[in-house]
């Protein structure tokens, strides 16, 4: 166990991910982390973006709807309003939001204009990590 | 005494009466079990989401949070959690008389009692009594998402803020298990004090980013909306066990009514048998005479 990470994802909608990993990076708040197996303890808080867990060569793409992460020497807890894995990602529905969120954008009425900003980014982030599916 | 015929009549009618309560509790069953999934697929976020406030807290010092302080008491929020539907015995009554005990009782107090609600019923209610209510959610229960949690927490956080209201105490029915429910009072904000346990991670060495007092900050607030999205849940799980209960209690009830009615209808019907053979038999020894 030395050398793993335990990675965990948990949503209020239940646990999506639990397994040990070589190499987590993520979006924080305040920029991209990568963590290795004996990082310091840390905590930040997660914006919308993408989360990748690496074990070997195989990596592994989480999409990350807000959250916070503790990080420990041999673990990584994620706690996210909700997150997907990249081949559970519904494209259709990410690009029908896409268009919805543009289309108010573009009446851009002042209190609706951040909740439309805020689903345009997580429509766009979503197609973007669904390019990454695991080939089969 | 009834006629064949009206018995005859009854007993259908009591008949399709259970055939529908039957399938009522067919459909509180699944959805209990859908719900209950469903309390069980978020208790491990809450209870992360706990270790981390608890690591947290184990190292704050200096100015206590705006959702941990608690200020002198003036007006107190109560939020009462219901269905939106009927037919589940007892459940929404019960949980009515205590929110109404309640709230009798921070009046006696000298409380300033503000009342918000959850479930069409708790607003049916108020409405008969003439009592306004701040706020009232309606058309959640059945399909409770996060967002819907979200909603009614960032409109609580913002009038305990801007001190429209200086306690907030949720009164809803905890799963006990499919056969009872607890109402459960308790207070949500101020939010009570997190400890720190054992099994923290040491944290003087901890890295914040951004800094300590603002995840923190973020976290608390995300903690009551978890607070409020386990009460729904409990509560909806809660509603459909007692569905289901009080539903079997009436199917249970129907058939008894259907076995009494048929016996009511035998013995109707061999009387009027033995009626009609008396007078057979009356006729046959009139001819003989």
């Given at each position: 166990?030395?050398?793993?990470?335990?990675?965990?994802?948990?949503?209020?909608?239940?646990?999506?991910?639990?397994?040990?990993?070589?190499?987590?990076?993520?979006?924080?708040?305040?920029?991209?982390?990568?963590?290795?197996?004996?990082?310091?303890?840390?905590?930040?808080?997660?914006k919308v973006g993408m989360?990748?867990?690496?074990?070997?060569?195989?990596?592994?793409?989480?999409f990350?709807n807000w959250?916070?992460?503790?990080?420990?020497?041999?673990?990584?807890?994620?706690?996210?309003?909700s997150?997907e894995?990249?081949?559970?990602i519904d494209v259709e529905r990410a690009k029908a939001a896409m268009k919805r969120a543009e289309e108010r954008l573009k009446k851009a009425e002042e209190i609706d204009f951040h909740r439309a900003e805020a689903s345009l980014e997580r429509a766009a982030t979503r197609i973007q990590i669904a390019q990454?599916?695991?080939?089969? | 005494?009834?006629?064949?015929?009206?018995?005859?009549?009854?007993?259908?009618?009591?008949?399709?009466?259970?055939?529908?309560?039957?399938?009522?509790?067919?459909?509180?069953?699944?959805?209990?079990?859908?719900?209950?999934?469903?309390?069980?697929?978020?208790?491990?976020?809450?209870?992360?989401?706990?270790?981390?406030?608890?690591?947290?807290?184990?190292?704050?010092?200096?100015?206590?949070?705006?959702?941990?302080?608690?200020?002198?008491?003036?007006?107190?929020?109560?939020?009462?959690?219901?269905?939106?539907?009927?037919?589940?015995?007892?459940?929404?009554?019960?949980?009515?008389?205590?929110?109404?005990?309640?709230?009798?009782?921070?009046?006696?107090?000298?409380?300033?009692?503000?009342?918000?609600?959850?479930?069409?019923?708790?607003?049916?209610?108020?409405?008969?009594?003439?009592?306004?209510?701040?706020?009232?959610?309606?058309?959640?229960?059945?399909?409770?998402?996060?967002s819907?949690?979200?909603?009614?927490?960032?409109?609580?956080?913002?009038?305990?803020?801007?001190?429209?209201?200086?306690?907030?105490?949720?009164?809803?029915?905890?799963?006990?298990?499919?056969?009872?429910?607890?109402?459960?009072?308790?207070?949500?904000?101020?939010?009570?004090?997190?400890?720190?346990?054992?099994?923290?991670?040491?944290?003087?060495?901890?890295?914040?980013?951004?800094?300590?007092?603002?995840?923190?900050?973020?976290?608390?607030?995300?903690?009551?909306?978890?607070?409020?999205?386990?009460?729904?849940?409990?509560?909806?799980?809660?509603?459909?066990?007692?569905?289901?209960?009080?539903?079997?209690?009436?199917?249970?009830?129907?058939?008894?009514?259907?076995?009494?009615?048929?016996?009511?209808?035998?013995?109707?019907?061999?009387?009027?048998?033995?009626?009609?053979?008396?007078?057979?038999?009356?006729?046959?020894?009139?001819?003989?005479?």
């Amino acid at each position: 166990m030395e050398n793993k990470l335990k990675l965990e994802i948990v949503t209020p909608y239940g646990l999506i991910f639990s397994e040990d990993v070589d190499e987590v990076t993520g979006a924080g708040s305040e920029g991209e982390f990568g963590i290795l197996p004996g990082h310091v303890p840390f905590v930040t808080t997660l914006k919308v973006g993408m989360l990748i867990a690496k074990t070997g060569k195989e990596s592994k793409y989480f999409f990350v709807n807000w959250g916070y992460a503790e990080i420990g020497a041999d673990k990584v807890m994620v706690l996210a309003d909700s997150a997907e894995r990249s081949d559970e990602i519904d494209v259709e529905r990410a690009k029908a939001a896409m268009k919805r969120a543009e289309e108010r954008l573009k009446k851009a009425e002042e209190i609706d204009f951040h909740r439309a900003e805020a689903s345009l980014e997580r429509a766009a982030t979503r197609i973007q990590i669904a390019q990454h599916r695991i080939p089969k | 005494m009834a006629t064949l015929r009206d018995i005859k009549r009854r007993i259908k009618a009591v008949q399709s009466t259970s055939k529908i309560t039957k399938a009522m509790k067919m459909v509180a069953a699944a959805k209990f079990r859908r719900a209950q999934q469903r309390m069980f697929e978020m208790r491990p976020y809450a209870d992360r989401m706990n270790s981390i406030l608890s690591s947290l807290a184990a190292g704050a010092e200096g100015e206590l949070h705006p959702l941990l302080a608690a200020r002198p008491r003036k007006n107190v929020e109560v939020l009462v959690l219901t269905s939106d539907r009927g037919l589940c015995g007892a459940f929404n009554s019960n949980i009515l008389k205590a929110a109404a005990r309640h709230i009798s009782e921070l009046k006696k107090e000298g409380f300033e009692v503000i009342i918000s609600s959850v479930g069409r019923k708790a607003r049916d209610y108020f409405k008969r009594r003439n009592i306004s209510l701040r706020k009232s959610w309606t058309g959640i229960s059945g399909r409770i998402s996060y967002s819907n949690a979200q909603e009614i927490a960032n409109d609580i956080i913002e009038n305990y803020t801007n001190e429209t209201i200086d306690e907030v105490i949720l009164i809803y029915n905890e799963f006990k298990s499919v056969i009872a429910q607890k109402i459960i009072v308790a207070r949500l904000l101020p939010l009570a004090p997190v400890e720190a346990t054992e099994e923290t991670l040491p944290v003087f060495n901890f890295i914040y980013e951004p800094s300590k007092q603002d995840i923190f900050g973020s976290l608390l607030p995300k903690n009551v909306e978890i607070q409020i999205f386990r009460a729904l849940l409990e509560s909806q799980a809660s509603e459909e066990a007692a569905r289901m209960a009080s539903m079997e209690n009436a199917t249970k009830a129907a058939n008894d009514m259907i076995n009494s009615l048929t016996l009511q209808f035998n013995k109707a019907r061999q009387a009027s048998i033995t009626k009609e053979l008396m007078d057979i038999v009356g006729g046959v020894e009139a001819l003989k005479g």
